[in-house]
């Protein structure tokens, strides 16, 4: 995988997650190192999320969040452009924050909202506060020694929508079929394949060992979970005072348990990762190798080990190549 990176006080770690996932791809598949701007990609999303919003009469969800699917739709819709091109950082700035901005664009549409007739200039109000806050982004660029626009790089580099596939696992739909999951990020209803938790995991477990990597969505809010110390565990005991620094009995999870979990909001979607690896401790159980968004912390530098109870638990949805799947 590509190196860590940071995405600060921002809701976007759906576009890290999956930028450095498509990075990987591109590894995987020969095409060279890449580091492809995730604030590019964010950027859009805004926009895409202003019409959403505008369209539904504010009747929707306006955030920093979004989803794997999204940052795919995006690429095949506008491209994409290296990080040397757009960082999404003005000139004295050097670590992204969106609170005020967000606040503003969503103020703004609210009071686009107030008039009873809407004239066709306020797409570009709004990108004029994007311009403000994260910069214009240019139409054409040089990369590699070549001249680009985002759509040109995107054909480039080959990177085709259609490889790539969601799932989930959650029984209140049919295991087998698609069905758009029912959470707040999911705001362009994007639609996951159901299978069963067991299935999932061996997905996952098929994926790394064939030289995959997994785009991941779950919930981090756990007492198991400390980026800091870089473990996620699923305790039996959440008290136990050694939690972080030996192994220790963990829940046993099964279908039933995490619908339990996910219809009481004990797991949420709420932090995307990037999984690379698996690994096992000295008693011989089983991790994934995380790749985290939040900069180098822990002492494995940004990376962190999750056991596999915790992933079948708190794993909301899992993007992969369709390639894993046959």
Known sequence: CTEIKNQSKTGTCWSFATSSFLESELLRQGK??????????VRNIYKDKARNYILRQGKANFSQGSLSHDLIRILSQSGVVPESTYSGLLLAENAHDHSEMEAGLKGFLDGVLKSKRLSKNWPKAFEAILDSYMGSVPSKFKYNGKEFNSKSLAKSLDINPKDYVNLTSFSHHPFGESFIL??????????????????????????????YTVAWDGDVSEKGFDAKKGIAVLPVDKERKDLF????????????????????????????????????????????????SWGEISPFKGYLYMSKAYAKM?????????DVLN
């Open 32 to 41: 060279g190192k890449h580091d492809l701007s995730e604030m590019f990609v």
């Open 182 to 211: 029912e959470i707040p990020d999911n705001y362009s209803n994007g639609s996951f394949i159901n299978v069963p938790i067991d299935e999932l995991m061996e997905l996952i477990d098929e994926a790394l060992e064939a030289g």
């Open 245 to 292: 620094d030996k192994p220790g009995k963990e829940l046993k999870v099964n279908q039933a348990l995490r619908q339990e979990h996910f219809e009481s909001y004990s797991t949420t979607d709420d932090h995307l990762m990037h999984l690379i690896g698996k690994a096992e401790d000295k008693k011989g159980n089983e991790y994934y190798i995380i790749k985290n």
């Open 314 to 322: 708190k794993t909301v949805a899992i993007m992969v190549h369709k």
